[in-house]
């Protein structure tokens, strides 16, 4: 999955969890991007099993697109976390580079980076 993908993934995830639903605009708003933008990652997104349209055109995601989002978003707030300790910077400044790293790191930094969060805090 393209890191645009997963970026629209936990974005709804999040949204969820701060609004109880989540509309197109809603995404674009939080994600700084047009709503046509989002229109094409919702159909990308759709047929690749990870949301679907609920009443109202509410966007859902299904077990699958809620188990991936919530990878991310669990990968990020670990990096957040980690970052911070390590650098004692503030978390907006640890959040945003954990954003950028989340991308790209593998599990096994992942697993490594929470043995490390796990021993140390």
């Known amino acids: 999955m393209y890191e645009s993908g997963e970026d629209y993934l936990e974005a709804i995830l999040r949204l969820q969890i701060e609004n109880g639903f989540v509309r197109s605009v809603d995404v674009a708003n939080k994600l700084g991007v047009s709503r046509p933008s989002v229109s094409r990652a919702m159909g990308l997104l759709e047929k690749d099993g990870f949301v679907e349209f609920g009443m ?10 809620k188990s991936k989002a919530e990878d991310i978003y669990n990968r990020h707030k670990l990096l957040t976390v980690f970052l911070q300790k390590i650098t004692g910077l503030s978390e ?7 954003c950028r790293v989340e991308h790209q790191v593998d599990a096994d930094v ?7 969060v796990d021993e140390n805090s």
């Open 92 to 98: 907006d400044q640890c959040e945003e580079n954990a």
């Open 56 to 65: 109202g055109n509410m966007l859902k995601l299904t077990e699958k697109g």
């Open 110 to 116: 992942v697993a490594g980076i929470q043995k490390w």
